[in-house]
Nanobody, 122 residues
């Protein structure tokens, strides 16, 4: 059974930084596309950043240049370094795993974590 457990969320002021982590188990981690998504109540889940099994990365325009996704295939951990945070980055952030095409759409992912809350205040 696949398990994805996020951590690292919290409250931060505008311009601050946070690093999210996601520990994966129950899957051949190095073979999976991994992604970070975020969601606020009443809105659709938004793809933020993805990293394919070969290390290729992709970002939404809203976070490009501020967020960095990385993965450690030895320890089955996914990271999201978030810098220059803005109030509009406030959301619940989810880690996702997919064994098919790799992209920013949620349809590519079948396994999800429980989410970690990020709040950016001015």
């Amino acid at each position: 059974q696949v398990q994805l457990v996020e951590s690292g969320g919290g409250s931060v002021q505008v311009g601050g930084s946070l690093r999210l982590s996601c520990v994966a188990s129950g899957l051949t981690y190095s073979s999976y596309c991994m992604g970070w998504f975020r969601q606020i109540p009443g809105k659709e889940r938004e793809g933020v950043a993805i990293i394919d099994k070969d290390g290729t990365t992709g970002y939404s325009d809203s976070v490009k240049g501020r967020f960095t996704i990385s993965r450690n295939d030895d320890n089955n951990v996914l990271y999201l370094q978030m810098n220059s945070l803005k109030p509009e980055d406030s959301a619940t952030y989810y880690c996702a795993a997919g064994d098919g095409p790799c992209g920013l759409s949620a349809v590519f992912y079948k396994d999800w974590g429980q989410g970690t809350q990020v709040t950016v205040s001015s």
